[in-house]
């Protein structure tokens, strides 16, 4: 019986211990609560940035690839031993310049028979023609001297055409690539023997969307960046527009004849090409570095008047997004010009945040900005 009394008295101890402590902590931690809602959230240093209107350059901009105006790889049209090779690689030639010399003996020795045999078919012709005058032969006979001759002619003709192949010529004005043929190589037909390319002028073919294509007509002016690492652009403009539009990548390819003096571009280089489609298109525009982008809509922070004179706080807007241009962004909807944005430190500001406008330089935004050089 005293053990269970005594028991009863530890439990009972024991839970007023508890309800002691249990109600201190909770007074301090009320107390902690009350504190913090009390205590304003601390100020954040930003920068600011006006929404103003701009005015963009209507353009569609695009990797292109340039061809030479004209351009082939010459190929051995007949079989034949390469008897001489009258070029250089890389060099300059005018059109019909000889740049290859196949051998031809065989073919010369068949010319001399096959003439020897045309002399032969014309004199008999002739005899023929004044026998027939004195009706001592018939029209068959003559008939067949006819055939005989034209026989003749054409296997004279057909050898000279051979000859005049064995010799390669450079069927326009243009530049050689590397050789591809050594003397005395049994050159076989379609045997390649060296590219040439006239690049004074040159194409530059770039894919359009369908949504852009509507926009391009023949005569809008082109800029193609010469990919040397600088700004120069040479200047185009449209000549051709594809008929059809790629099942694959639901784009067309727009042609651009450009002039090529310097020889800047060259067959086959990747380059930026830029069309102007229209006059400027005014837009209301934010430096990219003002959003908030995340998946459930894109927001800026507008800096407003606090509740004190001199004071601001931050104003979370939703806004809807358009195109970019260099460090800007287009806003379609949600902001109004002349409404200031935090421009730098936007991630860590929190609706009706209080924020203090940073007085030290910030970069310049600009709409086609240069990196640079390292």
Known sequence: ??????????????????????GIKGGQIAAMVQAGENTPVP??????????????????????????????????????????????SGEQVKK??????????????????????????????????????????????????????ESAEGDVGDLKATLDKKIVRAPFDGRLGIRQVDLGEDLQVGGEIVSLQATNSVRVNFPVPQFWLVQMTRGLPVEVNVGDGSDATIAGEITAIGAEISSVTRNAIVQSYLQNEKSQLIPGMAVETKVTLSDPQQVLAVPSTAVIYAPFGDTVFVIEAGEKAGTFKARQQFVRLGKARGDFVE????????????????????????????????????????????
């Open 331 to 374: 806003i379609v909807d949600g902001l109004k010009a002349g409404e200031v944005v935090a421009s730098a430190g936007a991630f860590k500001l929190l609706n009706g945040q209080a924020v203090t406008v940073g007085t030290l330089p910030t970069p310049e935004f600009k709409l086609e900005p240069t990196p640079a050089d390292s």
């Open 96 to 149: 019909g310049t000889v740049i290859l010399v196949q051998e031809s003996g065989n073919e010369q020795a068949q010319l001399s028979a096959a003439e020897a045999r045309l002399r032969l078919a014309k004199s008999n012709h002739e005899r023929l023609v004044e026998l027939r005058k004195r009706n001592t032969v018939s029209q068959s006979e003559l008939d067949t001297a006819v055939q005989q001759m």
């Open 1 to 22: 019986m005293n053990n269970v009394k005594s028991i009863g008295i530890a439990a009972a101890s024991l839970l007023g211990i508890v309800l002691i402590v249990g």
């Open 43 to 88: 100020s954040e240093t930003v920068s600011t940035f006006t929404a103003e209107v701009q005015q963009w350059p209507n353009s569609y901009t695009a990797m292109g690839t340039v061809e030479a105006s004209e351009g082939i790889v010459i190929v051995a049209e007949v079989a034949g031993k390469v008897k001489e090779i009258r070029f250089k």
